[in-house]
């Protein structure tokens, strides 16, 4: 599941070194870098199936995977939460580092807000779910009665080709690296300030897909498919066509089609981004019932080879940026504005597949990714490694 999730992780990122994220359909068409007719299809299909979901399951197997990772130490007798913390400050360590040369880098916010899972860690399933579900309608209430009563101003019109953006797309196709960099800093902390106002699609989020990972490794969900095999073809059933609709109408903005007028845009917005976040949420959650049905007890290679790149989780991620940075930026082969959406996207589905060929060359000689060997060292580091000693 990790495996899959690196692929979805980064057919959305490529998006910002293309960098499609950043331009409008018009700007798009003037600068004739994609065909309309393929573009938009592409962009819709990509924002309903792809865009927000993967990064969800990613938050949820991180809950799964804290959960796992203290019932071996505490089998072991060994200080589960004193090496939790440390295990989060070398991932935090490693997201400033990311951070210093990407945007996107979701490692640091995953250390951050990782701790809180200590205190939920002997609490009863019905009080995690009661918190998440409590912070879930908190972000809605909170995002409601701002919109509400402090009546912001409607957005103003998209400018075509501002001032920014032209900097942007000069800086990404002609450089210099220290430009890119001023751009992605300025474009991270205008991000923190407005996933700060926003309760919707941010941190909060993320800490509800840790508490509901941590539920599956305390309810023991992986361990009881065959067990749970009927009621998750049922949910499935149910969830699955509610979340493609909850998911179209929160991506019909991109086909340029609004419920409300433009003085009423903020309370679109509101709108929009309730239906976006409950249905990435929803959509998540189908793909991890589907995903597990079809690769439950699964002993095909493709499963294998999956499996072993997602045993290369961090080491990828983190190459993923390093590969895309090559070929995108000036010092590289300069691809920003020569490759559709489609093409880009094609190109992530290549670098997934090197990725995936590597990482199952690599295990053949080593149990353990090169960053995850140093993850583990600087974690555990004289103490007795879990993963050996159960072995």
């Given at each position: 599941?990790?495996?899959?999730?690196?692929?979805?992780?980064?057919?959305?990122?490529?998006?910002?070194?293309?960098?499609?994220?950043?331009?409008?359909?018009?700007?798009?068409?003037?600068?004739?870098?994609?065909?309309?007719?393929?573009?938009?299809?592409?962009?819709?299909?990509?924002?309903?199936?792809?865009?927000?979901?993967?990064?969800?399951?990613?938050?949820f197997?991180?809950?799964?995977?804290?959960?796992?990772?203290?019932?071996?130490?505490?089998?072991?007798?060994?200080?589960?939460?004193?090496?939790?913390?440390?295990?989060?400050?070398?991932?935090?360590?490693?997201?400033?580092?990311?951070?210093?040369?990407?945007?996107?880098?979701?490692?640091?916010?995953?250390?951050?807000?990782?701790?809180?899972?200590?205190?939920?860690?002997?609490?009863?399933?019905?009080?995690?779910?009661?918190?998440?579900?409590?912070?879930?309608l908190?972000?809605?209430?909170?995002d409601?009665?701002?919109?509400?009563?402090?009546s912001?101003?409607?957005p103003?019109?998209?400018?075509?080709?501002?001032?920014?953006?032209?900097?942007?797309?000069?800086?990404?196709?002609?450089?210099?690296?220290?430009?890119?960099?001023?751009?992605?800093?300025?474009?991270?902390?205008?991000?923190?300030?407005?996933?700060t106002r926003?309760?919707?699609?941010?941190?909060?989020?993320?800490?509800?897909?840790?508490?509901?990972?941590?539920?599956?490794?305390?309810?023991?969900?992986?361990?009881r498919?065959?067990?749970?095999?009927?009621?998750?073809?049922?949910?499935?059933?149910?969830?699955?066509?509610?979340?493609?609709?909850?998911?179209?109408?929160?991506?019909?903005?991109?086909?340029?089609?609004?419920?409300?007028?433009?003085?009423?845009?903020?309370?679109?917005?509101?709108?929009?981004?309730?239906?976006?976040?409950t249905?990435?949420?929803?959509?998540?959650?189908?793909?991890?019932?589907?995903?597990?049905?079809?690769?439950?007890?699964?002993?095909?290679?493709?499963?294998?080879?999956?499996?072993?790149?997602?045993?290369?989780?961090?080491?990828?991620?983190?190459?993923?940026?390093i590969?895309?940075?090559?070929?995108?930026?000036?010092?590289?082969?300069?691809?920003?504005?020569?490759?559709?959406?489609?093409?880009?996207?094609?190109?992530?589905?290549?670098?997934?597949?090197?990725?995936?060929?590597?990482?199952?060359?690599?295990?053949?000689?080593?149990?353990?990714?090169?960053?995850?060997?140093?993850?583990?060292?600087?974690?555990?580091?004289?103490?007795?490694?879990?993963?050996?000693?159960?072995?």
């Open positions: 599941m990790r495996g899959i999730c690196l692929l979805g992780i980064l057919l959305a990122n490529i998006q910002t070194y293309t960098p499609f994220e950043f331009l409008n359909t018009k700007e798009v068409a003037v600068l004739h870098w994609d065909n309309l007719s393929t573009f938009l299809p592409t962009k819709f299909l990509l924002d309903i199936f792809v865009r927000g979901q993967f990064y969800t399951i990613y938050s197997l991180f809950g799964l995977g804290f959960y796992l990772m203290l019932e071996k130490n505490t089998r072991l007798e060994l200080n589960g939460n004193k090496l939790y913390i440390r295990r989060l400050a070398v991932m935090f360590l490693f997201g400033v580092i990311h951070t210093a040369v990407w945007m996107g880098d979701v490692l640091h916010v995953y250390a951050i807000f990782g701790i809180p899972l200590i205190y939920f860690y002997k609490r009863k399933t019905a009080v995690i779910f009661r918190w998440a579900a409590g912070i879930f908190f972000g809605i209430l909170l409601v009665l701002r919109t509400v009563f402090f912001p101003a409607p103003h019109s998209q400018e075509l080709f501002s001032k920014d953006t032209v900097h942007l797309i000069n800086a990404y196709q002609y450089g210099p690296f220290s430009e890119i960099l001023k751009i992605q800093y300025d474009k991270t902390l205008s991000s923190f300030i407005a996933i926003s309760t919707m699609t941010g941190y909060e989020h993320i800490i509800i897909l840790f508490l509901l990972g941590l539920i599956a490794g305390k309810t023991r969900f992986f361990y498919i065959t067990e749970l095999q009927p009621a998750i073809k049922r949910a499935i059933f149910i969830i699955l066509p509610f979340a493609l609709v909850l998911k179209v109408i929160a991506c019909l903005p991109t086909l340029n089609v609004h419920f409300l007028s433009p003085q009423q845009a903020v309370y679109e917005q509101l709108f929009i981004k309730m239906i976006r976040f249905g990435i949420l929803l959509m998540a959650f189908a793909y991890i019932g589907i995903i597990t049905l079809l690769l439950h007890k699964s002993n095909s290679h493709v499963a294998i080879w999956l499996g072993n790149c997602g045993r290369l989780g961090l080491t990828n991620y983190l190459t993923q940026t590969i895309c940075m090559l070929l995108f930026y000036p010092f590289g082969l300069k691809l920003t504005g020569k490759l559709t959406l489609l093409q880009s996207l094609l190109l992530a589905v290549l670098i997934f597949i090197v990725q995936v060929i590597y990482s199952n060359i690599w295990l053949k000689y080593y149990n353990i990714g090169p960053l995850e060997a140093i993850w583990r060292r600087f974690t555990y580091g004289k103490q007795p490694d879990p993963a050996r000693a159960l072995q």
